[in-house]
């Protein structure tokens, strides 16, 4: 389908031609309209002006031979046009030529001659549409831009908006459980500490889609620098500490870590988002925490990070946690927006936003189980 | 018994964790809805501890973080932000701040456990 965008009408009175011809090249064209005479080919010339954008004809034809409908389709719209003529004395290919006929095939009709011909005529033609389909990307995709920035403000605004009355229902709510606790036993009281217990789910899943938003609201046009991606690890476990060590032990290339660790300690140096890179390794040690709480027991969970460098240069840290791997009929789908591993928390935009992140600074991430465990491993 | 004051825009954030803490009474706590007013009284009062709000119209946490550790760096100050932006925390971090505490708080006990921590009561 070489002319798969071009639409094509062909007149020829000799049916056994125009038959052979259709059927040797039609199905290059997106459509290959026929016509018997030069009457029926104006008329539907006229009929389809907006889609044709080239014609092919025969001269010597009855009713209103080739020349004349040129003429006539000429004052309507100008269209490269190929003629296909026994003819050749050189006051017809004058008329032709002051007719501004693209090109000329002569007849009896080589196929392959017909194909340079077209192919020749038909290349600024593809060209033009490829740019126009190349700039309704480009626009596209600049729309599509836009579109999430608006969403971006607009969802850090309601996030906002919502975080506030949120903080002090959950912490009003909590001080009426506290109230309610102190009071005598008795029928009412335990139905109400019933139903506390269903606001407080509610009060979860609120603050659970709050905290995605908020994640998806982080700006992401931070330039890069060179940094040591050491550094961001402990500052990510650092950032995560208030809630890590109520759940485990995170090991750092085989040492425990504790907030007074040597954020220089090693120093593995590339050029990055430092702030959003960050970001990741925050969502990945939550997601990790989140995971390992199926554990019971502190000291049955463990997170082990480790960063090294690859053969080609290249800085390679996994997070491996211990907390039974990603359930395999999502594992493919982990970094997909909401497809959420966990079964009641979070809309699952997590991992989409690091990935996201991992991408734009030109690194790669992927998932996978190992031991018992979910590692995600990361190569900048 | 220690001091504590609270700075908030939000006066029912104000009101619930004043009623927390009364009923705790393992410190004094003052409350401030106006950052301007907080630190005009923050100079004054000798606080021990500050736990105040990232986001404020006019001055916000930083600023306020900023101007109590230049009058006395020996306050502890603990931020509270709705927007768990790393910028901010680790800009608290540097200017001094002892702890920070995200916005819904995991719960008014948690918010306690830190100020008790870090004035270590």
Redesign the interface.
């Known amino acids: 389908m070489i002319f798969d965008n071009i639409t094509a009408l062909y007149v020829e009175d000799e049916i056994d031609v125009r038959t052979t011809l259709s059927s040797m090249i039609g199905d290059m064209f997106k459509e290959f309209i026929v016509e018997s005479n030069g009457k029926k080919g104006l008329d539907t010339f006229i009929e389809n002006q907006d889609k044709i954008d080239i014609v092919i004809t025969d001269i010597n034809m009855p009713e209103l031979d080739g020349l004349e409908m040129i003429e006539q389709i000429n004052k309507i719209k100008k269209v490269p046009i190929i003629i296909t003529s026994a003819y050749n004395d050189s006051e017809f290919l004058h008329k032709a030529i002051s007719l501004g006929v693209s090109s000329y095939v002569n007849k009896p009709i080589n196929v392959k001659e017909l194909f340079e011909e077209l192919k020749l005529v038909c290349e600024p033609l593809l060209l033009k549409q490829e740019l126009q389909t190349q700039e309704e990307r480009h626009m596209k995709a600049q729309l599509e831009t836009a579109k999430f920035t608006a969403i971006g403000q607009l969802s850090a605004g309601i996030?906002?908006e919502i975080?506030?009355?949120?903080?002090?229902i959950?912490?009003?709510f909590?001080?009426m459980q506290y109230d309610l606790e102190d009071l005598e036993d008795s029928d009412l009281k335990k139905s109400l500490l019933n139903d506390a217990k269903t606001i407080n789910d509610g009060?979860l899943r609120m603050?659970n889609i709050i905290?995605s938003m908020?994640e998806m609201a982080?700006k992401s046009n931070e330039k890069k620098e060179n940094t040591n991606i050491y550094h961001t690890l402990i500052?990510a476990l650092m950032?995560t500490y208030?809630k890590s060590k109520h759940i485990s032990d995170v090991y750092i290339n085989n040492e425990k870590f504790t907030p007074t660790i040597d954020k220089n300690k090693l120093i593995f140096m590339a050029s990055v988002q430092i702030?959003r890179i960050?970001?990741v390794w925050?969502i990945i040690i939550n997601n990790a925490m989140d995971e390992l709480q199926k554990h019971n027991e502190f000291k049955d969970r463990r997170l082990d990070i480790t960063i090294e460098s690859t053969e080609n240069d290249k800085i390679k840290i996994l997070f491996k946690d211990n907390a039974g791997g990603i359930d395999e009929n999502i594992i493919d789908h982990v970094f997909e927006a909401f497809k959420s591993t966990k079964e009641s928390s979070g809309m699952g935009v997590g991992l989409n936003i690091a990935q996201k992140i991992i991408y734009e600074n030109d690194a790669t991430i992927r998932a996978y189980n190992e031991d018992g465990g979910a590692v995600f491993e990361i190569i900048l | 018994m220690k001091k504590v004051a609270i700075v908030d825009d939000e006066q029912d954030i104000l009101d619930i964790l004043k009623k927390f803490f009364s009923r705790k009474n393992l410190f004094d706590v003052d409350t401030y809805v106006n950052p301007q007013d907080a630190i005009d009284n923050i100079k004054t009062n000798n606080y021990d501890l500050v736990l105040t709000d990232i986001m404020m119209p006019q001055i916000d946490g930083i600023e306020l973080l900023r101007q109590v550790k230049e009058h006395d760096k020996n306050i502890e100050v603990i931020m509270m932000t709705a927007y768990s932006t790393l910028e901010k925390t680790l800009e608290s971090e540097k200017l001094g701040a002892s702890d920070y505490i995200t916005k819904p708080f995991v719960s008014l006990r948690d918010v306690q456990n830190k100020i008790v921590e870090t004035l270590k009561i």
């Open positions: 996030t906002h975080n506030t009355p949120l903080t002090f959950k912490a009003t909590e001080m009060i603050e905290s908020k982080q500052t950032l208030n702030q960050e970001q925050i």
